[in-house]
């Protein structure tokens, strides 16, 4: 009793059979093949075939196989004193393997021109030159630029490339090693990327550091893909890099605030990148950063460091990278301020107050003014004051002294000798990062009780008084009529 080799394996299909070579003195009233995925298959344990009857060859058609799957059959006969079988066969079925390319990284792709082709050392199809007869010329799926193949393909390993139109000189990248794809389990999906997948990543420098609130820190961080392709000059055309960061040390791919980092230039066979991550960070602490990569629609992966140039992220080789922020010394206070007795609509800016030789200030400044921080719950205390600072004559105040323990909301009162006390319409927050900037000029709604006076289009403080007691009245006059008249004498020869 022989079995037959087996042939014609599809996915869900083979041809066996065998060869009764006697009857052993009985006639032969059953005889097929039988198979299972364990060795040495019963026709009482597994599945068979009955292909006739009596001595000789014969041919079994095995079905219903599961593609991707070991399977071992060997042939019986039967007669009247049992069963015998030929030897155990061993094999598996063939393997439904989908290529798909994502042709979003090449550069000056036309989906509705261009053709992409598969080709390798397929079986019945070796290296078959694209274009050519036979040729395995790949599908669109939809809109995208996803091209896809599907081929029945044996267990084993397979290299093979992606060209564009054809001939060979549309390979995805000139040289270098061909792709390589082991089949060894049921509806394989190739997921490619065109040129290639991001071989190494890193965060390349610093690893740690320490700076002021709002001050800058650079990040650098760097990837390679294989073949030349981050070889050549300038940004590998599809490949995206950022920057994360976070204030629990985990794996980045958790994290939600990344930075687009752009590209930095050449550093030998990879691109490098840099992200200026101080200023996108709003609050002191200890953060945790780290980099991330994407070459066309493929999957995200991460860098980390090291001092031996760092790697794809594990969190014990190469990590994430650390970054103390304190508060600054100082931080940097602008305002924008119109007086109204100083304010000249024509000019869109205020003139310069005016002493007895001309202009009392500097150039360019229209006066002086206080300003203060009150605390923003009551009794609404002053914090801090800055008294004799220039108010330009553009409305412009800055103040780069303000301390930069001052985290919390304040109000913002401004000052001046002849105008009404005016406090911003709510309290403003100090713990951003540095400048905190406030405009009193845009709305009347900017100051509390919408204490403003309109001018054209611009907001002023209320003048004329200078008594300082809150309110506009006679006594105000009285004084600025007393000092009139002082300056007129002051002034005669």
């Known amino acids: 009793m022989n079995t037959s080799p087996v042939s014609g394996i599809t996915t869900t299909s083979a041809t066996s059979g065998g060869d009764v070579t006697g009857d052993g003195g009985s006639p032969v009233t059953a005889r097929g093949v039988c198979w299972g995925t364990s060795a040495n298959p019963e026709i009482g344990t597994g599945n068979y075939t009955t292909d006739g009857s009596g001595t000789g060859t014969f041919i079994s058609q095995i079905t219903g196989l599961s593609e991707g799957t070991p399977y071992h059959v060997r042939a019986y006969a039967t007669n009247s004193t049992g069963t015998v079988y030929g030897s155990d066969m061993y094999f598996t079925t063939l393997t439904t393997v989908t290529f798909n390319v994502d042709m979003s990284t090449a550069e000056g792709f036309i989906p509705s021109t261009d053709v992409v082709y598969l080709t390798g050392n397929f079986p019945g199809s070796t290296w078959i030159t694209p274009g050519d007869p036979g040729s395995m010329a790949m599908t669109q799926v939809g809109t995208t630029l996803i091209y896809t193949h599907t081929l029945t393909l044996a267990a084993g390993t397979y290299e093979y490339k992606y060209f564009k139109n054809a001939g060979w000189n549309g390979g995805e990248y000139a040289g270098g090693s061909n792709r390589v794809m082991a089949v060894a389990t049921a509806n394989q999906q190739v997921n490619d990327t065109w040129g290639g997948t991001i071989n190494w990543a890193n965060l390349q420098w610093p690893g740690t550091g320490a700076i002021e609130l709002g001050s800058s820190y650079d990040v650098y961080m760097q990837a390679n893909i294989l073949n030349g392709i981050t070889g050549a000059s300038g940004l590998t055309y599809g490949l995206q890099a950022w920057i994360g960061y976070s204030t629990d040390n985990t794996d980045p791919n958790t994290w939600t605030n990344w930075i687009p980092a752009p590209f930095f230039g050449q550093s030998f066979d990879n691109d490098e990148f840099k992200a200026v991550l ?40 190469n990590i994430s990278g650390v970054l103390t922020i304190t508060a600054p010394l100082t931080k940097i206070l602008n305002l924008k301020v119109y007086l109204e007795g100083l304010y000249n609509e024509t000019a869109g800016e205020m003139n310069q107050a005016q002493g007895l030789s001309g202009a009392q200030f500097g150039a360019g400044i229209a006066d002086k003014v206080t300003i203060e921080l009150h605390d923003a719950n009551s009794p609404f205390d002053m914090v801090t004051t800055f008294t004799d600072v220039d108010l330009h004559v553009s409305g412009g105040i800055s103040i780069n002294t303000v301390p930069g323990n001052l985290t919390s909301m304040y109000y913002i009162v401004v000052k001046h000798r002849n105008s009404i006390e005016t406090w911003s319409s709510n309290p403003i927050s100090f713990a951003t990062a540095s400048p905190i900037t406030y405009d009193f000029t845009t709305n009347a709604s900017q100051a509390f009780g919408n204490n403003l006076k309109q001018v054209g289009s611009v907001y002023v403080v209320w003048g004329g008084e200078p008594t300082q007691d809150g309110i506009v009245d006679g006594s105000d006059m009285a004084v600025i009529d007393n000092n009139s008249t002082a300056t007129i004498q002051a002034i005669r020869p």
């Open 278 to 317: 101080g200023s996108a960070i709003a609050a002191e602490g200890t953060y945790y950063y780290a980099s991330r990569f994407q070459f066309g629609n493929g999957s995200f992966v991460y860098g980390g460091f090291s001092v031996t140039n760092g790697g794809f992220w594990d969190g014990t080789n």
